[in-house]
């Protein structure tokens, strides 16, 4: 009797995963891409400010700290930008000899750059979708598209205007103001 239970509960559970799995349909096809990518983004800069070791931003092996594990504040903490020496070269983790290696480089920036305007533009397109099933004009997505189109500015298009992902604004409080404000 008590297995009996068991299986039971067990086909029950698996059965509200199944419901779970059919709800996640109402997010949309963008939802679907968007969610996971803002959240590994998130996740890896909050892991990232916390606890990243230097980066050897100019590409002299002369490393620059932005975490807070290695003496900064709130303030001036900051996902120090990709090395120099990497250019403007798609760096993934797989792509480094180590996971030592790629976060001396920098690698956590890329990461999380290109995940959050990937996700960011996956925003813009759920609002496109949601307003299309609800029959309304996508103004929202359109006015929306200015500060995506900002973002990729600021994150992508200067980078490679400039030549190397070590030129991107560091991700911080006083990385911004440094890089809005050069002197």
């Known amino acids: 009797m008590f297995h ?11 059965a509200n995963r199944c419901v779970l799995v059919a709800a996640l349909g109402d ?14 983004a998130t996740s ?24 807070l594990l290695y003496g900064n504040n709130i303030i001036s903490g900051a996902i120090i930008p990709t090395s120099a020496a990497i250019g403007l070269h798609f760096y993934p983790i797989w792509e480094a000899a180590s996971v030592d290696e790629w ?4 690698g956590p920036y890329e990461l999380i750059v290109l995940h959050f305007l990937l996700g960011v533009a996956c925003y813009m397109g759920r609002e496109w979708e949601l307003s299309f099933r609800l029959g309304m004009r996508p103004w929202i997505a359109v006015a929306y598209s200015a500060p995506v ?4 500015a600021v994150f992508l298009i200067y980078p490679i205007g400039q030549g190397s992902f070590s030129d991107g604004m560091p991700l911080g409080i006083s990385g911004t103001l440094n890089f809005m404000i050069p002197g």
């Not at 890896?44 to 975490?67: K, L, N, Q, T, Y």
């Not at 189109?149 to 990729?152: D, K, V």
Request: hydrophobic content about 55%; charged content about 10%; glycine content about 8%.
């Open 103 to 106: 976060l001396y480089n920098g």
């Open 149 to 152: 189109a900002a973002a990729t």
């Open 44 to 67: 890896v800069f909050i892991i990232a400010f916390i606890a990243a070791p230097p980066v050897d931003i100019d590409g002299i092996r002369e490393p620059v700290s932005g975490s």
């Open 27 to 40: 997010i949309g096809w963008f939802g679907v891409l968007m969610i996971p990518t803002l959240l590994t």
């Open 4 to 14: 009996r239970f068991i299986l039971k509960s067990n086909r029950l559970l698996a």
